[in-house]
């Protein structure tokens, strides 16, 4: 079993300074390893001698790379490049750029002595992450971007370097550090990786455990569900639950009173010079208000997620693409070519309620209880599930009007947040064949040829969440 426990440091003036320069030092050997992956890239591909445009020098480049990235230091693993007879080909493995520019610390630390006070560990972990960068890039992600101040605020280290006792951690170069214990480490289960991370309220540490010997947390089968809950999400209300009852959205971020103390706190840092002190200490305000907001948003949806879980044994809820939700309005050109009204202005405010609202994150930390409870989530189609009449089958786009729900063909009146609700328990009846269901509606309403999704969570994403309403540990959502 693999979990990950968050605690909140406290460390001292001295630690806390040490901790800052560290992210400091970290980022500029970040940025430099991912120029020098760059520059090592483009290097392959140029034949001839080039001038510098910000030094203008006249650099002579490597016409023949070895290694794609980097030409920092021997490119072989063993054999030099050498072939083991005469005549034959090398066949000796070559270094990744990652381990070539691994290799290079030592003399990083040399000609930089300012780099010896930050532990190998965490400075090897640098490379690496620049190595991920890349490969999710080539995997289909955006381009690996250089790490501004608030871009880079945390670290890693090791395995087998760190050390707890009672409310202390000892953390490599750093010493033995006060913590907030509010969950003590279960017995069996051994420290790996450990992640510390600067908020705006403090330094916290989060802490990834494994038992080998400790199952995973068992799954119900299908056909032992006999009860399931719809949901759907919504703006008005967070959640409308197929049973009829809803779960009221506090709008965390988008209330009056919230929004009026950010624009006021925003106003302020505008105000001041920039680069000045005074300028800092009100950036800093703003980051304390929007980490408060955080950590209430996610509280609260801690409790909705466990009140949800705890209904049935499963979970239905609709497969949203948040990020297509909160895209910009296509432009509308007049025959004159100049651009008309196209209700951007509108957009806007639905997409800072859509994110306040944060259905992706709650539907987090609804597969992880389901998870843990034994239970199981599923996702359905959200395609029609608010214009579909649970009672005839009619889907017409005007069955809904506003928040009312008035079916053209056989008049049934209803919410139409709720019945979209039912609709997707329905869905989630019919294409996972939960034939044991008690209260079944009648499936064969909702025609659909969908394929299930699948409703488990990643291997290695499974852990082990503290009260939902404490500040000082939450699961590891990442």
């Known amino acids: 079993m693999l979990l990950s426990y968050k605690y909140k440091l406290r460390p001292n003036q001295q ?26 890239w483009h290097q392959q591909f140029i034949c001839g001698d080039y001038c510098d445009l910000r030094s203008g020098i006249e650099i002579t480049p490597l016409t023949c790379s070895l290694v794609r990235g980097t ?3 021997n490119p072989w693993k063993e054999g030099n490049g050498k072939a083991k007879k005469e005549g034959e080909k090398d066949k000796s493995p070559k270094r990744t750029a990652s381990l070539m520019q691994d290799a290079n610390l030592q003399d990083l630390k040399a000609a930089r002595p300012w780099y010896q006070g930050v532990d190998i560990g965490v400075l090897q972990q640098i490379p690496a992450r620049v190595n991920e960068a890349f490969s999710k890039f080539f995997s289909g992600a955006g381009f690996p971007k250089f790490k501004r101040r608030h871009d880079f605020k945390s670290f890693s280290y090791k395995p087998g370097r760190i050390k707890i006792q009672g409310s202390k951690i000892y953390l490599p ?16 289960f051994e420290i790996k990786t450990v992640t510390v991370r600067q908020k705006a309220d403090g330094w916290y540490v989060s802490v ?88 209430k948003r996610e509280a609260y949806q ?3 997620a466990n009140k949800i ?24 050109n007049s025959e004159i070519g100049r651009s008309l009204p196209n209700g951007q202005s509108a957009k806007r405010g639905l997409n800072r309620s859509i994110a306040d609202a944060s259905w992706h994150s709650l539907t987090q930390k609804l597969e992880y209880l389901a998870v843990k409870s034994g239970k199981k989530i599923y996702r359905v189609n959200p395609q029609h599930t608010s214009q579909t009449c649970s009672k005839c ?11 009312k729900f008035i079916c053209t063909n056989c008049g049934h009146v209803d919410d139409a947040n709720l019945q979209a609700a039912r609709n997707v328990k329905a869905k989630a009846i019919k294409l996972y064949k939960l034939n044991g269901t008690a209260g079944l509606v009648e499936t064969s309403l909702i025609n659909s040829g969908e394929r299930p999704l699948d409703n488990t969570l990643p291997k290695g994403k499974r852990c082990m969440n503290g009260n939902p309403g404490n500040r000082n540990i939450k699961a590891e959502m990442s």
């Not at 806390?16 to 520059?39: G, M, Q, T």
């Not at 209904?311 to 239905?316: E, G, H, P, W, Y």
């Open 173 to 188: 170069k750093i010493g033995w550090m006060r913590f907030y214990n509010s969950r003590s480490i279960p017995d069996g």
């Open 71 to 73: 030409q920092l230091a």
């Open 393 to 403: 089958g009619n889907v017409d786009k005007e069955n809904r009007n506003g928040e």
């Open 15 to 40: 630690q806390s300074d040490k901790l800052a320069r560290w992210l400091d030092l970290l980022r500029a050997n970040y940025n430099w390893c991912l120029k020098d992956r760059i520059d090592g």
């Open 302 to 304: 801690w409790n909705v």
């Open 309 to 332: 879980v705890k209904k049935a044994d499963a979970v239905a809820v609709e497969d949203l693409q948040v990020k297509n939700m909160m895209k910009r309005c296509k432009p509308v």
């Open 208 to 295: 990834r455990i494994e038992s080998k010997s400790t199952p995973d947390f068992p799954a119900i089968p299908d056909s032992e569900i006999t009860t399931i809950t719809g949901c759907d999400m919504g703006l008005g209300k967070l959640v409308y639950l197929s049973d009829g009852s809803v779960i009221d959205n506090p709008r965390f971020a988008t209330n009056k009173h919230t929004r009026h103390l950010m624009r006021v706190r925003q106003k302020r840092v505008n105000r001041k010079q920039k680069g000045s002190k005074n300028k800092f200490k009100a950036q800093q305000k703003v980051a304390r208000l929007r980490n408060k907001i955080q950590q």
